[in-house]
């Protein structure tokens, strides 16, 4: 293998999948970037062997192709200290690769690309669907935190991707709220859907960060693989049923408030801080006009409770909730203004958008209410 590259070039690349490489495995190999260089591409693969992340980086001067397995850890630590600047990479035996810079060079080890294990992609007749960078970033970062950590339901510890030709709906919840994203940018031909985990969620989103080309997604019952650009993630799915959601989404909650979000968060946040350490519950006192929040914690004989005007209309209502729910909720909705309905206190809370806001129908919560002592 023999080609030169950009520096910086190709510590982004390297960069960019690194998360895939495992902190601790039981296959050392995994601790390795595969670089399978092909003509002027060089392909760079890091994995898990449960997450996989694949770039391609444009080189020159290809004398020698080939693939070997080189070190992740030495090879990024290398390139930081680098400045910008091209650099040679050749194997010297059969062992061993020198990376050359303009005033010195370095020798590491390599292993041989066949220990590599085989990564798992999509079936030939895999379902295939294309999704706008900046929407899939959206949903993504408007639910994750919405998942849960459950051993015994596997399925509510990622995003459920609900595809529809006419739309298509991202949903995360953990049985005390649920969230809901909806954008009718997604182009598909049928309806299908899958689980997407919270921890390659997460890496999506970061990967794909301001990127603007479409995400191309293509799935199976066990895999999916989304390429964007020069960068392709694999990864398996979450396997089981996911709860039908749309079954809990308030209808007819006649009680409505209307109300500043960062008013309202601020104000959740300033009570919560006489909360109980271990429920964390506040309590909503909603009359026309005027909402009062308080919170007490009697073991350390502290309270506080604060008045706001809001727009309220409907019956006098005391409701409790779980501050860190509400706040969490509250802080990941991008809108001005939103729109509270209850419907009475032992029920489910709808929050979305007010009908002004341009995305009013593309996010929506609830929020399970608890009983006030």
């Known amino acids: 293998m023999k080609f030169n590259v950009s520096s910086s070039e190709l510590l982004k690349g390297l960069m960019d999948i690194s998360k895939a490489i495992p902190v601790k495995t039981s296959l050392p190999i995994l601790e390795n970037f595969l670089f399978d260089l092909k003509g002027g591409i060089l392909e760079v693969t890091a994995s898990d062997s449960e997450l996989t992340l694949r770039t391609q980086i ?19 630590d290398l390139l930081k200290e680098l400045p910008d600047q091209p650099i040679a990479i050749r194997t010297t035996s059969d062992s061993a690769f020198e990376c050359s810079w303009s005033s010195g060079n370095s020798s590491l080890p390599f292993f041989p690309a066949a220990d590599y294990p085989a990564i798992q992609t999509v079936k030939d007749d895999a379902l295939k669907v294309e999704f706008p960078a900046q929407s899939l970033v959206e949903g993504i970062a408007g639910t994750v935190y919405a998942t849960a950590d459950d051993e015994i339901r596997p399925a509510m510890n990622g995003i459920f991707f609900d595809i529809d030709p006419a739309s298509t709906t991202l949903v995360a919840s953990d049985s005390h709220k649920l969230i809901c994203y909806t954008t009718t940018d997604v182009k598909a031909t049928e309806k299908s859907s899958f689980i997407l985990h919270k921890k390659p969620a997460a890496v999506l989103r970061a990967i794909l960060g301001k990127d603007e080309n479409p ?8 895999t999916v693989v989304f390429t964007c650009g020069n960068t392709t993630m694999v990864c398996r799915l979450v396997v089981g049923k996911y709860p039908k959601y749309r079954d809990v989404i308030p209808q007819n909650n006649a009680n409505v408030l209307r109300i500043s979000r960062t008013q309202l968060l601020n104000t959740v946040r300033r009570v ?7 429920s964390n519950h506040i309590k909503f006192d909603l009359k026309e006009g005027q909402l009062e929040i308080s919170a007490q914690d009697l073991g ?7 008045k706001i005007s809001c727009d309220y209309s409907g019956d006098e209502l005391t409701i409790g909730f779980k501050s860190t729910f509400l706040t969490e909720i509250l802080s990941n909705m ?7 309905k209850f419907a009475d206190s032992r029920r489910a809370a709808l929050i ?8 009013s129908e593309k996010i929506c919560g609830i929020i399970m209410p608890i009983m006030i002592a």
Do not use: W
Request: aromatic letters at 6%; proline letters at 4%; one cysteine or more.
């Open 58 to 76: 444009e080189v020159d001067n290809t004398e020698e192709e080939g693939s070997i397995a080189v070190p992740a850890r030495h090879m990024i």
């Open 215 to 222: 995400v191309q997604i293509a799935f199976d019952s066990s």
């Open 272 to 278: 919560a801080v006489c909360a109980n350490k271990a």
């Open 300 to 306: 350390f004989a502290i309270a506080a409770y604060e």
């Open 334 to 340: 991008g809108c001005e203004e939103l729109v509270m």
């Open 352 to 359: 979305v958008p007010s009908e002004e806001e341009a995305a």
